[in-house]
């Protein structure tokens, strides 16, 4: 009996090994069949530029991890991206404020929309879907009222962010990275991260074992906004400017980010490292199909495939755990 237990305690901690492994060996497989079909693809510029244009990817599958891990969702991400590239943009063009002034507005833009977010759900017990696809619509109608639908060009008011780098690598993917790991971390080693998967995996049984659920669920929501508005800083400083439609789309990519990454959209179970990988997966593809010659609907298509894959591979794997434990 303490040696079988034992052996499931050695799976156990290679588990999250064999996990990230698996999505090395996917990424490795989508990289040596892109340098086969374009010579332009495996060269350093090409991957450069692909890191320095995934930061904010990274930082909102930083937060959907987490939201995903308690069984919530999050639809409101990009809609909160605009906002607070909006609020940024508005007092650096329009009201003259300092720099840091801008930046920590637009940060308590987000935090406050992933607050609000967090309060309503736990307040009225609504289904997260709804309540983050209503703030979807408040936020990004909030942006249109700040940006009046047009563009703020911001120019080296904010442009110089994403020119501070250390050798070719921008800051921001070093802060988005750095960021990523702490996610991780926290998801490991502290109570936090444990009281969110035993939320995710049964939250009755989390509530009646002495967790503050309600606490937790709205710590989560509130830190995937935060983290968007620190994406928005990212993707405003790289655009040099606040676009009304800013993070159109970024709630999908991000849940497919993060689904192909292996978190459950069941809740439960999920890594924050697993995400960067679905993160360079969809990155990657998306480079590849464009340097290959495939059309938009053609990568959309294929895109829609790999992540419909991905949750039937999580089916499976939820379905071979379950079995394991039983």
């Excluded at 305690?9 to 040596?32: E, N, Q, T």
């Excluded at 911001?154 to 690598?169: E, H, P, Q, R, Y």
């Excluded at 009646?208 to 989560?220: D, E, M, R």
Aim: aromatic residues 6%.
């Amino acid at each position: 009996m303490n040696t079988n237990s034992a052996k499931k305690s050695d799976r156990s901690y290679l588990k999250p090994l064999v996990d990230s492994l698996g999505m090395f060996l996917v990424l490795a497989a989508l990289i040596a069949f892109f340098s086969v079909k374009s010579p332009n693809f495996l060269t350093a510029t090409n991957f450069l530029a692909l890191a320095n244009q995934i930061p904010a990817a990274i930082l909102i599958a930083v937060g959907m991890t987490y939201v995903l891990i308690i069984a919530g969702i999050d639809l409101s991400v990009g809609s909160m991206v605009g906002l607070s590239g909006a609020v940024i943009g508005i007092l650096l063009d329009r009201l003259g404020a300092p720099l840091p002034v801008a930046i920590i507005a637009g940060l308590l833009a987000g935090l406050l929309c992933g607050l609000v977010n967090g309060m309503v759900i736990v307040r009225w017990s609504l289904p997260p879907f709804i309540v983050t696809l209503g703030m979807l619509e408040v936020a990004r109608g909030g942006t249109f009222l700040l940006t009046q639908t047009r563009t703020i060009y911001l120019g080296s008011k904010i442009g110089g962010i994403a020119d501070v780098g250390v050798g070719n690598i921008s800051t921001l993917f070093i802060l988005a990275i750095v960021i990523a790991v702490v996610a991780q971390l926290v998801l490991d080693k502290s109570r936090f991260g444990r009281y969110m998967i035993a939320i995710g995996t049964n939250e009755k049984a989390a509530y009646l074992s002495g967790i503050n659920t309600s606490h937790i669920k709205l710590a989560v929501y509130s830190i995937s906004g935060l983290l968007c508005a620190l994406a928005a800083l990212v993707n405003t400083a790289r655009m040099e400017s606040a676009n009304p439609n800013a993070g159109t789309g970024f709630e999908l990519e991000a849940i497919a980010a993060v689904v192909i990454g292996g978190t459950s959209l069941m809740g439960g179970r999920g890594s924050v490292v697993n995400s960067l990988f679905g993160v360079a997966i969809m990155a990657i593809l998306s480079s590849g199909l464009s340097q290959i010659g495939a059309e938009e609907a053609t990568k959309r298509m294929i895109t829609g495939c790999v992540i419909v894959l991905a949750v039937i591979l999580d089916y499976y794997r939820t379905k071979m755990t379950s079995k394991q434990q039983g």
